[in-house]
């Protein structure tokens, strides 16, 4: 079974959002003749990186919510310039929308296991992803969704 991580998506405001920077980040690293994938940092680096990258994924809470994933490909530490231990999560450049799940704000990443984790949204049924954002997030809170 995956292991996967959560994370607040700071400064995105939607899946919108989070689509811009990822594209950016994936043109940017085409234009340096890497593969188009996005990347972030963290201090805290994962212990149990070989469960992560066992099929496992960065999942994004935006606006209190999680709504998002990208596809934890790689996990590299390294040191920077001050001495500080740190990580790159090396992420897919897919950014896959999922069942809206409410969650509350916390600092950093968290371990979070397969069956916490919100359905694909394109498997939840047809229609659904073609809804607005806002209605499928009205219904997922009444329970319908």
Known sequence: MALHLIKL???ADSIDDLRE?????????????????SVH?????????EE?????????????????????????????????????????PEVIETAVQPKRAFQGWRYYPQED??????????GIAEMPADLRRELSELGLL
């Open 41 to 49: 940092t963290t201090r805290m680096v994962p212990k149990r990186v």
């Open 52 to 92: 992560l990258l066992e099929g496992g994924s960065l999942y994004w809470v935006i606006k209190g919510q999680v709504q998002a994933r990208q596809k934890l490909l790689d996990i590299q530490t390294f040191t920077d310039v001050e001495g500080i231990s740190r990580c790159h999560l090396v992420l897919g």
């Open 9 to 11: 998506c700071v400064g």
């Open 21 to 37: 920077w990822v594209a950016e980040r994936s043109l940017r690293a085409i234009a340096a003749g890497l593969e188009p994938h």
């Open 117 to 126: 984790v919100p359905r694909d949204l394109n498997s939840l049924g047809e």
